[in-house]
């Protein structure tokens, strides 16, 4: 089992920057990649970013550019450094562990990140 909690979330103005963090714990030796998802009102839930085990990082196009993902030598906590912001980016953002040897993919609890124009 994996356990997520994603902080760092909150109302900045468009322009501005947030820097979201997702700390894991549990069996994190299977975890083989994690990333960030989000969902805004009446959409789908997407994919931000993700960073695989090896370092190997995969954006949206929508945020590329503009956001990094990292994370520290031990897998745990996971970072989202979102600049530049748009209204757009508006959503509730969901940190998600994923691994050949975990049962299914686990998620967060999210965390609301609001951009006023």
């Known amino acids: 089992q994996v356990q997520l909690v994603e902080s760092g979330g909150g109302l900045v103005q468009a322009g501005g920057s947030l820097r979201l963090s997702c700390a894991a714990s549990?069996?994190?030796?299977?975890?083989?990649?994690m990333g960030w998802y989000r969902q805004a009102p009446g959409k789908q839930r997407e994919m931000v970013a993700s960073?695989?085990?090896?370092?190997?990082?995969n954006y949206a196009d929508s945020v590329k550019g503009r956001f990094i993902i990292s994370r520290d030598a031990h897998q745990t906590p996971v970072y989202l450094q979102m600049n530049s912001l748009k209204p757009e980016d508006t959503a509730v953002y969901y940190c998600?562990?994923?691994?050949?040897?975990?049962?299914?993919?686990?998620w967060g609890q999210g965390t609301q990140v609001t951009v006023s124009s």
């Open positions: 998600k562990a994923g691994g050949a040897l975990l049962p299914y993919d686990f």
């Open positions: 960073i695989s085990s090896r370092g190997t990082t």
């Open positions: 549990g069996t994190i030796s299977r975890i083989n990649v």
